[in-house]
């Protein structure tokens, strides 16, 4: 399901710390480091998705300014569309 919200987020946010095809493991990293240019935090991000009933995701780890997504495997195709 990582691999499903990359495909469809990549063209749009930096995805950090993929193999060599390409792929994530179970979790993906977004950068949202270029976000502070407007004056929005990694916080704001993941507050917004609490807003939206998402589980609070994992900030600024490994790398400070990253938002670290986890969906399980138990996700539906449309809950993951949501995201």
């Known amino acids: ?26 979790e993906m990293i977004l950068d949202c480091r270029q976000f502070k240019k407007a004056g929005i935090e990694v916080e704001d991000i993941a507050k917004r998705l609490m807003d939206y009933g998402y589980h609070a995701p994992t900030v600024s780890f490994p790398v400070a300014g990253t938002l670290m997504v986890e969906p399980t495997e138990r996700e539906s195709k449309e809950e993951l569309d949501r995201f």
């Open 1 to 26: 399901n990582a691999n499903y919200i990359k495909a469809r987020l990549e063209e749009h946010y930096p995805v950090l710390y993929t193999g060599q095809n390409g792929r994530c493991a179970h």
